[in-house]
C-alpha cells in the first residue's frame, strides 16, 4: 500500500526556516504532480505550491518568494523549504501526489497525515 508522509515541522521563530519533506512508502511506479496544502483551524484548506513531473511550479501569493518546492523523482521525495517565516503561515501542512502504485496501472491521489508547523517568538 502507498503512503505519504511528512516531516520536517515543528516550531520556529517569526524569520526562521524550515524543510519539509514528503517521502514516500510502498512500491511506487511513477507519481505524478505533487503539491503542498495547509490547514488552520477555522479555514478551507488552501494550496501552497505544487510541481508537475516535469519540474513546472506554482506557488499561492502568500508564500511567492519565500516558499520553494521541489522534488528528487530518484527518491520520489518532495520538499518544500519555507523561509522567512510568518505567524499567519502557522498551519498543518499536508503533502498531496498522484501517484501510479507498481501493483495498478491507476494514477491515485494520496494525501499524508500533516504535520505541524507553528511560527511564534
Known amino acids: 500500500q502507498a503512503q505519504l508522509v511528512e516531516s520536517g515541522g515543528g516550531l520556529v521563530q517569526p524569520g526562521g526556516s524550515l524543510r519539509l519533506s514528503c517521502t514516500t512508502s510502498g512500491s511506487i511506479f511513477s507519481i505524478n504532480a505533487m503539491g503542498w496544502y495547509r490547514r488552520t483551524p477555522g479555514k478551507e484548506r488552501e494550496l501552497v505550491a505544487s510541481i508537475t513531473s516535469g519540474g513546472s511550479k506554482k506557488y499561492a501569493d502568500s508564500v511567492k518568494g519565500r516558499f520553494s518546492i521541489s522534488r528528487d523523482n530518484a527518491k520520489n521525495t518532495g520538499y518544500l523549504q519555507m523561509d522567512s517565516l510568518k505567524p499567519e503561515d502557522t498551519a498543518v501542512y499536508y503533502c498531496?501526489?498522484?501517484?501510479?502504485?507498481?501493483?495498478?496501472?491507476?494514477?491515485?491521489?494520496?494525501w499524508g497525515q500533516g504535520t505541524q508547523v507553528t511560527v511564534s517568538s
Open positions: 498531496n501526489a498522484d501517484l501510479r502504485p507498481s501493483y495498478s496501472s491507476t494514477t491515485y491521489n494520496y
